[in-house]
């Protein structure tokens, strides 16, 4: 597996692979790889024949007071995880080679509506960096197909929606969360939690599945539901930014008719945000 960090290089790169008749696949992430980014990578090696991963901390999706500076950078143990996985190319540019005239003047892409709310309400400008991003690195590699973890709903939403909106001829899959033993979402942000902290999180987990139980059992009270979901995360030592059930295509407030359902969450533990969904479609058999 080859590491380019300029985009001149990567543009290279895949233009080879383009004459040798290839279809290309594309795995972006920022880094500090685990299993669900490996099954992200996985599944492109199943679809195509050269698959291509980015690792870019992306200043431009980060709040200020955010976790930018002390978000974890494992370039290293990353290229032998991706190599191991069967990646091809990996694209590691810095910021300078992302954003060459500052980020200040950069044209942004913005998604409205789905944007808003959720962690668009609590993260502001974070959907509009990430679609400025995603949207340059897919101008850059211009793949086929690109796949994303659905562990983050709303981004995927957002993707799914720049991509129909802009007429990018790409394919978007969006791969199941894959989770510990306990139940709680992989994610690089878990390495921030002391050893007391990982052994509460598994509530996250847990206290989506006890809506989605709820519901399929017939209770449509989602205030009530959501009322009492939120004092045992509290309870726990959780701090909730946001419990919500919502319709899984749009992502409005979900109303009692409403048969596409996904239960969102997002909740501090000390300073580290959490964040996690259940997908629930009560027309599909269980
Ligand atoms: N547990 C998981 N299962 C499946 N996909 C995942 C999982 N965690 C992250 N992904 C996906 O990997 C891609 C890159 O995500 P990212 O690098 O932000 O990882 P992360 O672990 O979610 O980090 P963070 O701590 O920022 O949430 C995204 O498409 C994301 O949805
Ligand atoms: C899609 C992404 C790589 C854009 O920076 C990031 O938001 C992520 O890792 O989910
Ligand atoms: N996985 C989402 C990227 C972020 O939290 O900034």
């Known amino acids: 597996m080859n590491t380019v960090k300029t985009v001149r290089e990567l543009r290279a790169a895949v233009a080879r692979a383009r004459s040798e008749g290839k279809r290309i696949g594309f795995v972006p992430t920022m880094g500090n790889l685990h299993s669900g980014h490996i099954a992200l990578i996985t599944k492109a090696t199943q679809r195509v024949d050269f698959v291509v991963a980015s ?3 992306n200043p431009l999706q980060f709040g200020a007071g955010e976790d930018l500076d002390k978000y974890p950078r494992t370039l290293a143990a990353d290229q032998q995880k991706l190599l191991e996985a069967g990646c091809d190319l990996l694209f590691a540019p810095t910021v300078e080679e992302m954003y060459p005239d500052g980020m200040t003047g950069q044209t942004r892409v913005s998604v409205p509506q789905l944007s808003e709310g959720l962690c668009g309400a609590s993260r502001p400008g974070h959907f509009e960096g990430v679609a400025t991003v995603v949207s340059k690195l897919f101008n850059m590699v211009q793949p086929d197909l690109a796949i ?12 799914r929606a720049l991509v129909h909106d802009l007429n990018m001829p790409i394919q978007i899959i969006g791969e199941p969360t894959v989770r510990a033993a ?18 509460v999180a598994p509530v996250v987990y847990r206290t989506l599945s006890q809506i989605a139980d709820a ?3 017939g209770e449509r009270d989602f205030p009530a539901l959501i009322n009492a979901q939120i004092k045992q995360l509290e309870a726990a030592g959780m701090r909730p930014d946001y419990l ?5 295509l749009t ?5 009692a008719e409403d048969r596409d359902l ?6 501090f533990l000390g300073t580290t945000r959490l964040i ?11």
């Open 182 to 199: 306990d139940g709680l979402a992989l994610s690089s942000r878990n390495g921030f939690l002391s050893e007391e902290q990982r052994a």
């Open 262 to 267: 996904v239960i969102l969450v997002a909740a």
């Open 251 to 255: 992502l409005r407030p979900a109303t």
């Open 55 to 57: 690792i870019f901390v």
């Open 148 to 159: 994303f973890g659905q562990k983050d709903f709303q981004q995927l939403a957002v993707i």
């Open 276 to 286: 996690d969904n259940l997908h629930l479609n009560l027309d599909t058999p269980a």
């Open 244 to 248: 919500e059930i919502r319709h899984a």
């Open 215 to 217: 519901i399929k059992q």
